[in-house]
């Protein structure tokens, strides 16, 4: 049996949620010197810090749909009812970086 993300529909704890389709791009094992930005397949942008939500987390979770197929050793294969998984909520602390210009030149 083989199960694969068909999709994943994030509630984001701030009021916003985010629908990624696939299994989404993995993040980088390996310690880069410049994480990467942005993710190139799905991503979310909090448009304000943690702080203000009770805790100072944010809940986040997941719900993901997969599709099922099957296949045997005789050649026989098929699928299955699609499945459904949803995560328990993980606390996610969302800080804010602010930038000041300083000097302008044209």
């Known amino acids: 049996m083989t199960a694969t993300p068909a999709l994943s529909a994030w509630s984001m704890g701030d009021g916003g949620s985010v629908t990624c389709s696939g299994a989404g791009?993995?993040?980088p094992?390996?310690?880069e010197a410049k994480p990467p930005e942005r993710s190139p397949d799905c991503g979310y942008t909090?448009?304000?810090?943690?702080?203000?939500?009770?805790?100072?987390?944010?809940p986040v979770s997941v719900t993901t749909?997969?599709?099922?197929?099957?296949a045997t050793t005789t050649g026989l294969t098929?699928?299955?009812?699609?499945?459904?998984t949803t995560s328990s909520s993980l606390r996610?602390?969302?800080s804010e970086i602010q930038a000041l210009v300083t000097r302008v030149q044209p």
Do not use: I
Not at 48 to 58: E, Q, V
């Open 25 to 27: 791009t993995p993040y």
């Open 65 to 70: 749909h997969w599709k099922v197929a099957w």
């Open 46 to 58: 909090y448009s304000a810090p943690s702080s203000s939500a009770p805790g100072g987390y944010f």
């Open 92 to 94: 996610l602390r969302v």
């Open 78 to 84: 098929g699928t299955e009812p699609d499945l459904t």
């Open 29 to 31: 094992a390996a310690r």
